[in-house]
Antibody
Framework: QVQLQESGPGLVKPSQTLSLSCTVS??????????WSWIRQYPGKGLEWIGY???????YYKPSLKSRVSISLDTSKNQVSLKLTSVTAADTAVYYC?????????????WGQGTLVTVSS | DIQMTQSPSTLSASVGDRVTITCRAS??????LAWYQQKPGKAPNLLIY???ILESGVPSRFSGSGSGTEFTLTISSLQPDDFATYYC????????FGQGTKLEIK
């Protein structure tokens, strides 16, 4: 059973960089056929895709966030990382890492439990 | 960006009711449409993918249909565990989620 677990600071100051890690167990992030995503959910409801990375290291970001986002893989730790620069209060959200099963077209079939990040001084 | 418009935003229903939630895409998404259920404090849970394929372990009272830009999620006979928030998602071009439908007990 694949499990994803996000970790990182729960409080980030405005203008600083938000950094989160996602540790994957029960499967290798180096396996083909999967995209590893970061998705956030604002207080209240809305879900927003931030970006994803393929095992080859190819990355795809939401255009409106592209200038501030970086997603990377650490295969030695089986982790997926997110960096979001120049954060503001508008970046306050629950951040999820997630896996898309691309080969069978199943979309996002595994999610982490999510981690709340608050941007505040 | 592909926009997803989901309706209604809130739906009040009773156990045993048949309910339908609609999702409209701003352009064709070639059937790459998924539905998720989310309960408070939990991550979304995949119910249906590729418009109508039921994820393993999901009860058969859930079904999805649609094509082009119009899609629906139907729950044939509501059970107490079904009261939650439901989201549609297109994954034809990156991802976009609908605004969510909160299914409440009447």
């Amino acid at each position: 059973q694949v499990q994803l677990q996000e970790s990182g600071p729960g409080l980030v100051k405005p203008s600083q960089t938000l950094s989160l890690s996602c540790t994957v167990s029960g499967g290798s992030i180096s396996s083909g056929g999967y995209y590893w995503s970061w998705i956030r959910q604002y207080p209240g409801k809305g879900l927003e895709w931030i970006g994803y990375i393929y095992y080859t290291g190819s990355t795809y970001y939401k255009p409106s966030l592209k200038s501030r986002v970086s997603i990377s893989l650490d295969t030695s730790k089986n982790q997926v990382s997110l960096k979001l620069t120049s954060v503001t209060a508008a970046d306050t959200a629950v951040y999820y890492c997630a896996r898309e099963e691309r080969q069978l077209g199943r979309s996002v079939d595994y999610w982490g439990q999510g981690t709340l990040v608050t941007v505040s001084s | 960006d592909i926009q997803m418009t989901q309706s209604p935003s809130t739906l009040s229903a009773s156990v045993g009711d048949r309910v339908t939630i609609t999702c409209r895409a701003s352009q064709s998404i070639s059937g790459w449409l998924a539905w998720y259920q989310q309960k408070p404090g939990k991550a979304p849970n995949l119910l249906i993918y590729k418009t109508s394929i039921l994820e393993s372990g999901v009860p058969s009272r859930f079904s999805g249909s649609g094509s082009g830009t119009e899609f629906t999620l139907t729950i044939s006979s509501l059970q107490p565990d079904d009261f939650a928030t439901y989201y549609c998602q297109q994954y034809n071009n990156f991802y976009t989620f609908g605004q969510g439908t909160k299914l409440e007990i009447k």
